[in-house]
């Protein structure tokens, strides 16, 4: 079992930053994928992006490429999302997830999801 805590949403101005964080805990979680998603109101859930169990391989949606950044820290047990240039069509919750395997952007495979942490961005 792996319990996910976002933090770190709030409101921001179109060409600012945010920096989100997830907190992981529980057996082995360390070793899981850890991905990045959002939703919009009235849309449906999307994929952001997903690193690997040590951070060294991540891959991003087309939409947010340049622009946001995962990373991964095993010794804290988190994977900050950094979000530069926000628009405000980046205006979701944005949600961690954690997966042992599979396709990085479906979010069937992931099996633990966090509450989900509220970004709005103004223009």
């Known amino acids: 079992q792996v319990q996910l805590v976002e933090s770190g949403g709030g409101l921001v101005q179109a060409g600012g930053s945010l920096r989100l964080s997830c907190a992981a805990s529980?057996?082995?979680?360390?070793?899981?994928?850890m991905g990045w998603f959002r939703q919009a109101p009235g849309k449906e859930r999307e994929w952001v992006g997903t690193?690997?169990?040590?951070?060294?391989?991540?891959e991003y949606a087309d939409f947010v490429k340049g622009r946001f950044t995962i990373s991964r820290d095993n010794t804290k047990n988190t994977v900050p999302l950094q979000m530069n240039s926000l628009k405000p069509e980046d205006t979701a919750v944005y949600y961690c997830?954690?997966?042992?395997?599979?396709?990085?952007?479906?979010?069937?495979?992931?099996?633990?999801w966090g509450q989900g942490t509220q970004v709005t961005v103004s223009s």
């Open positions: 529980g057996r082995g979680a360390v070793s899981y994928l």
């Open positions: 690193t690997n169990w040590n951070g060294e391989r991540t």
């Open positions: 997830a954690a997966s042992r395997g599979g396709r990085w952007s479906n979010q069937d495979d992931y099996a633990y």
